[in-house]
């Protein structure tokens, strides 16, 4: 069975930072490229960062690049999204997705709230 399990949410003040943790069971996790996505309340889901299988290779949308910062850890099955600086428009609730496209392989985690505010 298939899981994908965020933790690590939770409120923070604006300038603060949080790191999130998602930990994977049920498929081979090294085999997959691993995405944080983000959802506010009324917006449409978007990628935040992406790490993949070989290489380790990142990406970020702009607006997270220098302030977030993608890893994982193959031997623990988890991937991890420190985030730095948070601003008040960084709420939102980050999902954790795993992707192999070669065999259409597509999971999501249940999410975990971010909440910035003082």
């Known amino acids: 069975q298939v899981q994908l399990v965020e933790s690590g949410g939770g409120l923070v003040q604006p300038g603060g930072s949080l790191r999130l943790s998602c930990a994977a069971s049920?498929?081979?996790?090294?085999?997959?490229?691993m995405n944080w996505y983000r959802q506010a309340p009324g917006k449409e889901r978007e990628l935040v960062a992406g790490?993949?299988?070989?290489?380790?290779?990142?990406n970020y949308a702009d607006s997270m690049k220098g302030r977030f910062t993608i890893s994982r850890d193959n031997a623990k099955n988890t991937v991890y999204l420190q985030m730095n600086s948070l601003k008040p428009e960084d709420t939102a609730v980050y999902y954790c997705?795993?992707?192999?496209?070669?065999?259409?392989?597509?999971?999501w985690g249940q999410g975990t709230q971010v909440t910035v505010s003082s």
């Open positions: 790490i993949t299988s070989v290489g380790g290779s990142t």
């Open positions: 997705n795993a992707v192999r496209m070669m065999f259409g392989r597509n999971y």
């Open positions: 049920g498929f081979t996790f090294s085999s997959y490229t």
